[in-house]
T-cell receptor
Framework: QKEVEQDPGPLSVPEGAIVSLNCTYS??????FMWYRQYSRKGPELLMY????GNKEDGRFTAQVDKSSKYISLFIRDSQPSDSATYLC????????????FGTGTQLKVEL | GAVVSQHPSWVICKSGTSVKIECRSL??????MFWYRQFPKQSLMLMAT?????????EQGVEKDKFLINHASLTLSTLTVTSAHPEDSSFYIC????????????FGPGTRLTVT
């Protein structure tokens, strides 16, 4: 069993839809949780960075962490075609530049 | 802020030659940098962790004599692929974590290496 599980998709939604992306994990020591967006042939771009359980909102993006269920989510409101990319969840035990464990990534396509 | 650059963005080399890839943090100092490898439609695979002024820590299965990492300053780390072979062809991405920061990692744009 992988430490971090993420549905690879592809996930196809119409423009304007609310998108829900999820990851589950098995290591209860993870405390820092991130979501990255990666366009084809580009490096990942940090979207959200959260510590421990709770919600964090930034514009159209909301990240949720439920440590009791070992489950994290990223919600994208009013999805746009420009949101079409691969979304990677990542997590680490400690902050301060420690190595990340990534999910496999979910490919999202937002259609006109 | 938090910009990481890589150079070159794309390189083709002949089998048996060596290739150096640079990773720079442009607007922050990075005590720790990471090197990843990514195959098409797959997630990132951590190759090594690079700390300024010390030897890199390699992940299991990564040949340290083949993938030489140097982190000579707080803004520059280099990865040299020595005696490259076609199976080394891949997308190499670095990331950097700001010194004294809360742990966010910022990624470079990646370098596509093709070995012929």
């Amino acid at each position: 069993q992988k430490e971090v599980e993420q549905d690879p998709g592809p996930l196809s939604v119409p423009e304007g839809a609310i998108v829900s992306l999820n990851c589950t994990y098995s290591n209860s020591a993870f405390q820092y949780f991130m979501w990255y967006r990666q366009y084809s042939r580009k490096g990942p771009e940090l979207l959200m960075y959260t510590y421990s359980s709770g919600n964090k909102e930034d514009g159209r993006f909301t990240a949720q962490v439920d440590k009791s269920s070992k489950y994290i989510s990223l919600f994208i409101r009013d999805s746009q075609p420009s949101d079409s990319a691969t979304y990677l969840c990542a997590m680490s035990v400690t902050g301060g530049g420690n190595k990340l464990t990534f999910g496999t990534g979910t490919q999202l396509k937002v259609e006109l | 802020g938090a910009v990481v650059s890589q150079h070159p963005s794309w390189v083709i080399c002949k089998s048996g030659t060596s290739v150096k890839i640079e990773c720079r943090s442009l607007d922050f100092q990075a005590t720790t940098m990471f090197w990843y490898r990514q195959f098409p439609k797959q997630s990132l695979m951590l190759m090594a962790t690079s700390n300024e002024g010390s030897k890199a820590t390699y992940e299991q299965g990564v040949e340290k004599d083949k993938f030489l990492i140097n982190h000579a300053s707080l803004t520059l780390s280099t990865l040299t692929v020595t005696s490259a072979h076609p199976e080394d062809s891949s997308f190499y991405i670095c990331s950097a974590s700001a010194t004294g920061g809360s742990g966010e990692q910022y990624f470079g744009p990646g370098t596509r290496l093709t070995v012929t």
